[in-house]
């Protein structure tokens, strides 16, 4: 069974998202999610913007050009057989 996660778009939408890997940068959880497990699949990283004592995390998509680049950069390391683009 793969893990997946669920959440609601700023438009209300419920979006399911398979967790493909998930790392720690700076005390900062990133996802590196995927919308099918097709080799056509959409990737995106998203970073976990809760506060520390929020119950529930919240996860958000990257908008720094910077900073995508660079926890994409990671994850392709961390699973060496993916290219993100």
């Known amino acids: 069974m793969e893990d997946r996660i669920e959440f609601i778009t700023e438009e209300g939408e419920r979006v399911s998202l398979y967790v493909l890997e998930q790392t720690r940068i700076?005390?900062?959880?990133?996802?590196?999610?995927?919308?099918?497990l097709e080799d056509e699949s959409n990737a995106y990283i998203l970073k976990d913007?809760?506060?520390?004592?929020?119950?529930?995390?919240?996860?958000?998509?990257?908008?720094?050009?910077?900073?995508?680049?660079?926890?994409?950069?990671?994850?392709?390391?961390?699973l060496e057989d993916i290219e993100l683009r």
Do not use: H, K, W
């Not at 700076?26 to 099918?36: H, P, R, V, W």
């Open 26 to 36: 700076n005390n900062t959880n990133y996802l590196l999610t995927a919308d099918s």
């Open 49 to 78: 913007t809760s506060a520390p004592e929020d119950e529930q995390s919240l996860y958000q998509m990257i908008e720094d050009e910077d900073e995508l680049r660079d926890v994409g950069r990671i994850f392709e390391e961390l």
